[in-house]
């Protein structure tokens, strides 16, 4: 099955899930955002900026603000970060996912990574320790922003764990451009690349990897950062919702039109595959039904949002 | 050339790299036809030197093949270089210096072959070694001093000027031996270097009297007498046919007159020179490699390669060549894009000709037909720019070496430059430079190449400031700071500041005071009258003394008095207190950081009103701009922007603030062109395209739309679905409604539910109505 149909069918799971009746237990998106010590006022005052960012786009996926646990400046001791863990390890159930998002200036010695807050630094070794309480059964994205951050790449990867870090091993040692990105990707309908109003961690990484790989090539600076991915199916993780997004979760006749684009877009994934085999006006023909269909769609779930209060905007750039 | 060729050569230019590695690399080199005047020469060698300087190649040759065996290494070292075995020579020289530590001849005739070997500096090290040993030798002193005659660069600074070495110390040495002939050649060649002909010819005269005297060659006097013939305008064939009678196969001659006239710049009339050169002597490398350098000028790179291949083949250890042959490999690495109507050819590396590209046919365009139109003169081909990502390929491609400080160059029809993508953005505009360098295209095409330089950079400064990309007159205080100290040229020696600059930065200021030399005489007489002063040069006798008095019917003085009374009125305010500029620049700077708005904005406007013609570097302009905005008056900051580029702004983070300044008051028509103005400063950054697509879209520009488009999934966007989108909107717009259906289906492809996309689709099949 490819990863297209794959996300579609998730999709249409997940609107199904969510149109259980009351009750039952559903799926919980929990966010904890880091934001170490700056040394420097301008670096407290940015990694203060991206977190509030970070913190402020990750409720739009979790779809409760109280979901979303940030700590920055005093309140991000190493305690404090200990207990804030212990907590998730303790509160998360099958199902659930979990995203730890660190802010801020990491250090390596060649082997150990420290990721440096005010009073004592917590190592790596103690956060992999406390995200290994966390359940396996608990899909979890950690991301890294820290500088040296590579140097935990491979060791904190699971199975159920994507592990994102702003600099390829621990030996980029600069103050990283990534987190300022990633916070940007969050709010932003360009990282949004197949316009589902959702937010990967996938697509959000391609647009802070891109982001970062251009401010240097402005600057005609060699790249001190190279960010990196690891870990099976990023694109699993809907790190913020855009637009109306939120708006589907709590209207019946939206999610049962959510539900019937899933189905159009079954569809079309399985046309996709094909599309190896065809020439591309055959493929464009072959497409343009669904595209048609998902379309007219569009239509109703718009006027639906109208109804419900919200304005999609009338014209493409509004839209926009 | 197939590719396995190709690839077999290029390895063999990497094996030429090293230079130092003259000593270990075995190379047969022509006969190099190298004249020692020194009197200490032995009688056996001069016997084989007399055939060598007559031309008579093979008789010369076998003269000097005996002498490799002579029982004195100073002789077997000097035969090996005339034969042009460098490195046996080499080892020779060493052989000779062992022999005998404080000996002095080695080491000034070893010298004079890594000289030859285009070493100069292992070439000083000896010449200094020979002085230290014995400081009254007359033949050390002036070897010394050789070095120091002539400027070594493209674009002269003013450490490229007669050393004082040299200007000292050859009249000293003449003072005392007036009939050495090496030191009057080499106070002609130190005259004509600075532009003091009449002592040229005089040295040259005299050094040719004492050569026939003492039986020596005239070859170098005449070639001195025939370059200050060139230089005058005047034909040189009394001193090129009596040179060629003494040595029929005299080569140096031709590419000396050559070089003199690729120094004035004048690329057609040195390959006329430099093709001679090859013909009467074609191993003469260093010729067969000036004379492809030249035909590369001239934009005809294929015929170069065959001559550049052969000056590696004789000669390896130039670095010029290597450089040149591996920067002919690279181009494989650009595509030719040919524009008609006028005729270009653009040269872009592959991987930014469909970004660049557009931008570049469209400025150029405008250049050509505006020159055309201001300067009645058509260029008889196509203009060719060709643009290079590699800053070092750009420089080895204007100066055959890397490492120069220019931006563009124009040769003729054809200008080189740097592309934005080989610099931080904001460091340069290259539109500017690309119009500039055009602008040159017409003076120099007008005059055929007979503008004095400062005229043709002040009317290429002019037209930056009058009609291209970045209108405005935009100086530093720095030139204002050299007027007041007395220190700007007159008229008639304004070229000096270009060619013989005598103080750190007087090149930039040259530029600067031809630029605003035009802008007075533009002003006074109109710019009909400009075009006339620029149109006297094409006969070739006139020079900015004449001109200025037949065109302008001024004298030079008076010229100058008015272009003061207008520098003085002008800048008036600025003048009467330089220091109070740079105080208020302090205090705007100062009271922006500390968000003290009324403050910021005061002293940044004391400063515009002070000097408004300065618009970079965190200008006065800009910290109005932040100030007002920080007050909260978006509008006022727009007006501050606005004034900005006015005065000739341009950085790319001030346009883009403007941009969304005016966006955000819904003056899209003046955001659009604000935003269009980027593309000239930063077309490379993603961010912009679709937007200003969006806004020409508005405008019902869809072509405009199209082109926006293109370069944005050129720049290969992460966000494909919009960009794609807009390539379906903008073809729309165009009547293309098949290519605007492909794209749209293609953004639909990767975002099926990308709502405007749906809307458009929609439209397009009819389905709007359900």
Request: charged share 25%; with cysteine; proline share 5%.
């Amino acid at each position: 099955m490819n990863h297209r149909l794959m996300r579609c069918l998730e999709r249409i799971g997940m609107a199904l899930l969510c149109a259980l009746p009351g009750g039952m237990a559903l799926a919980a998106t929990q966010v904890l955002v880091i934001s170490g010590i700056g040394g420097e006022a301008q670096f407290d005052a940015r990694f203060a900026q991206w977190s509030q960012k970070v913190a402020t786009a990750s409720a739009t996926a979790t779809g409760d603000p109280h979901r979303v646990v940030t700590l920055s400046g005093e309140g991000a001791r190493r305690e404090a970060v200990q207990a804030a863990l212990r907590s998730a390890a303790e509160n998360l159930r099958d199902g659930d996912q979990f995203t730890l998002v660190l802010l801020g200036h990491g250090s390596f010695d060649g082997s150990e990574y420290r990721f440096n807050l005010p009073g004592d630094d917590i190592t790596g070794t103690e956060l992999l320790a406390l995200l290994d309480k966390i359940p396996p059964t608990v899909l979890q994205l950690v991301v890294n922003a820290t500088s040296t951050s590579g140097a935990i790449a491979e060791r904190w990867v699971r199975p159920y764990r994507v592990v994102i870090t702003a600099t390829r091993s621990g030996t980029e040692r600069n103050a990283p451009k990534f987190g300022g990105y990633w916070a940007e990707a969050l709010s932003s309908a360009e990282a949004d690349r197949d316009k589902d109003g959702t937010l990967t961690a996938q697509e959000a990484y391609d647009f802070a990897n891109r982001k970062v790989a251009d401010a240097f090539k402005s600057d005609a600076a060699i790249a001190s950062e190279h960010s990196r991915i690891n870990g099976t199916e990023p694109s699993r993780f809907v790190v913020a919702r855009l637009g109306a997004g939120a708006m589907f979760a709590n209207d019946a006749q939206l999610l049962a039109m959510r539900n019937e684009q899933g189905v159009i877009e079954g569809r079309l994934a399985q046309l996709r595959a094909q599309k190896a085999q065809l020439s591309q006006d055959e493929y464009f023909d072959r497409i343009e039904p669904a595209l048609v269909e998902l379309a007219k769609l569009g239509v109703r779930i718009d006027a639906r949002l109208a109804v419900l209060g919200v304005n999609t905007g009338g014209t493409p750039n509004a839209a926009r | 050339m197939p590719r396995a060729e190709h690839s077999h050569r290029r390895m063999k230019w990497l094996h030429g790299l090293p230079l130092a590695l003259l000593a270990a690399v075995s190379c047969q080199q022509a006969m190099a036809v190298d004249i020692d005047y020194d009197a200490r020469r032995s009688a056996a060698l001069r016997r084989c030197d007399d055939p060598q300087h007559h031309g008579r190649v093979e008789e010369a040759r076998n003269c000097y093949r005996p002498l490799l065996r002579d029982g004195n290494a100073l002789t077997r070292a000097e035969a090996a270089f005339a034969l042009g075995d460098l490195r046996t020579a080499n080892d020779e020289f060493r052989v000779a210096v062992a022999d005998n530590q404080r000996a002095v001849l080695p080491r000034l005739r070893w010298g004079k072959m890594y000289l030859e070997a285009g070493q100069p500096a292992d070439a000083e090290r000896l010449f200094k070694e020979a002085v230290e040993i014995d400081g009254k030798d007359v033949g050390a002193l002036l070897a010394l001093a050789s070095l120091g005659v002539e400027p070594s660069g493209e674009e002269p600074s003013a450490e490229d000027q007669p050393t004082d070495e040299a200007a000292d110390g050859i009249p000293r040495v003449l003072a005392e031996n007036p009939n050495l002939v090496e030191a009057q050649l080499l106070l002609a060649r130190l005259e004509l270097a600075r532009g003091r002909f009449d002592n040229a010819v005089k040295a040259a005269q005299r050094a040719l009297q004492l050569a026939q005297q003492q039986k020596l060659p005239p070859l170098e006097a005449q070639t001195l007498l025939a370059a200050v013939e060139v230089v005058r305008h005047r034909d040189p064939a009394q001193w090129t046919r009596a040179a060629l009678e003494y040595n029929p196969h005299y080569g140096a001659l031709f590419e000396t007159l050559g070089t003199v006239e690729v120094r004035r710049r004048r690329y057609v009339e040195a390959n006329v020179w430099m093709q001679r050169a090859v013909e009467v002597q074609p191993d003469l490398w260093s010729a067969r490699r000036e004379f492809a350098l030249n035909l590369m000028r001239l934009g005809r790179i294929a015929e170069a390669r065959p001559h550049l291949e052969a000056a590696y083949e004789g000669d390896p250890f130039s670095t010029t060549t290597v450089n040149t042959l591996r920067l002919l490999d690279s181009l494989a690495k650009f595509d030719v894009i040919k524009a008609t109507q006028p005729a270009m050819n653009l040269q872009l590396n592959k991987q930014e000709s469909a970004t660049l590209g557009p931008y570049v046919e469209q400025l150029a365009r405008e250049a050509i037909n505006t020159f055309s139109r201001r300067y009645g003169y058509q260029p008889a081909g196509p203009v060719t720019v060709e643009i290079y990502p590699d800053h070092d390929d750009f420089a080895v491609r204007t100066a055959g070496v890397p490492g120069i400080g220019l931006l563009g160059v124009t040769f003729g029809d054809l200008v080189a430059m740097d592309s934005p993508s080989g610099r931080k953005s904001g460091d340069f505009h290259w539109g500017s430079v690309l119009w500039h360098e055009m602008a040159h295209v017409f003076t120099l095409g007008a005059t055929r190449n007979r503008v004095p330089r400062w005229l043709s950079e002040g009317l290429s400064v002019f037209e930056e400031w009058t009609t291209g990309p970045t209108p405005g007159v935009a100086i530093t205080s720095k030139v204002l700071d050299v007027f007041k100290d007395g220190k700007l040229l007159p008229v008639v020696s304004l070229d000096n500041g270009f060619m013989q600059p005598t103080y750190e930065g007087q090149v930039q200021m040259s530029y600067d005071q031809s630029g605003l030399a035009c802008l007075y005489a533009s002003q006074r007489w109109g710019f009909p009258r400009l075009v006339e002063f620029l149109r006297a040069f094409n006969d070739e006798n006139t020079t900015t003394d004449a001109a200025v008095r037949s065109v302008f019917k001024v004298t030079p003085e008076e010229f100058d008095k008015g272009f003061q009374d207008f520098m003085r009125k002008r800048f008036a305010t600025y003048l009467a207190d330089p220091k109070r500029w740079a105080e208020l620049m302090r205090r705007a700077h100062a009271m922006l950081d500390a968000r003290n708005w009324v403050a910021a904005r005061e002293a940044a406007q004391a400063a515009i009103d002070v000097l408004p013609e300065v618009t970079t570097g965190g200008s006065a302009y800009e910290v109005l701009a932040a100030a007002e905005e920080g007050a909260g008056k978006p509008e006022a900051a727009i007006v501050a922007l606005q004034s900005w580029r006015k005065a000739g702004g341009w950085d790319p983070d001030g346009l883009r603030k403007l941009g969304s300044l005016l966006l955000a008051a819904k003056r899209n028509a003046e955001a659009m062109e604000v935003l269009a103005a980027v593309n000239y400063a930063d077309p490379l950054a993603i961010e912009g395209h679709d937007r200003l697509g969006q806004l020409l879209l508005e405008q019902n520009r869809g072509a405009d739309a199209l082109r926006e488009y293109r370069v944005l999934l050129a720049l290969q966007p992460l966000d494909t679905a919009a960009a794609n989108f807009g390539m379906a909107r903008a073809f729309r717009q165009t009547g293309d409604n098949s290519r605007a259906r492909r794209y749209l289906l293609e953004s639909l492809d990767t975002a099926p539910n990308y709502r405007p996309a749906q809307k458009l689709l929609l439209e397009m099949t009819g389905d709007q109505k359900q």
